[in-house]
Nanobody, 126 residues
C-alpha cells in the first residue's frame, strides 16, 4: 500500500507564495510519475502539474505556467509544488497523486493515478 501525505497549505495573500510537499511511503517512489491536482468547492478536480519518475520532464496547466514549479527529491521520497504569485481563484484543496506504472510519464487525467493524498487546503485572500 502506498501512502501520500501532503503538507504546506495555508492562508496567503494574493501575490504570495507557498510550497507544498508530498511524502510518499515505500521504496518504489523513485520509479513513479507524480502529479498535483486541485479542487475548489463546487468544481471538478483539475490538473496542476506532473513530473516524470526522474524529474526529467514536467508538464503544467496553462494557468500556472511560469508561476508554479514541480520538483522531486527521490532520496527523500518527496515531491514539491512551489507556488508563486498566487491568485484568489486558486483557492482549493491541493492533492498529490502517484502513478505507479514504472518509469511512466505524468498525466493530465486524474483517472490515471493510482494513489492520492488526503489533500491540503490553500486559501488565497485578495
Amino acid at each position: 500500500q502506498v501512502q501520500l501525505v501532503e503538507s504546506g497549505g495555508g492562508l496567503v495573500q494574493a501575490g504570495g507564495s507557498l510550497r507544498l510537499s508530498c511524502v510518499v511511503s515505500g521504496r518504489a517512489f523513485s520509479v513513479y510519475a507524480m502529479g498535483w491536482f486541485r479542487q475548489a468547492p463546487g468544481k471538478e478536480r483539475e490538473f496542476v502539474a506532473s513530473i516524470t519518475w526522474n524529474g526529467g520532464s514536467t508538464v503544467y496547466a496553462d494557468s500556472v505556467k511560469g508561476r508554479f514549479t514541480i520538483y522531486r527529491d527521490n532520496a527523500k521520497n518527496t515531491v514539491y509544488l512551489q507556488m508563486n504569485s498566487l491568485k484568489p481563484e486558486e483557492t482549493a484543496v491541493y492533492y498529490c497523486a502517484a502513478k505507479t506504472a514504472r518509469y511512466s510519464r505524468g498525466s493530465y487525467y486524474y483517472t490515471e493515478y493510482d494513489y492520492w493524498g488526503q489533500g491540503t487546503q490553500v486559501t488565497v485572500t485578495s
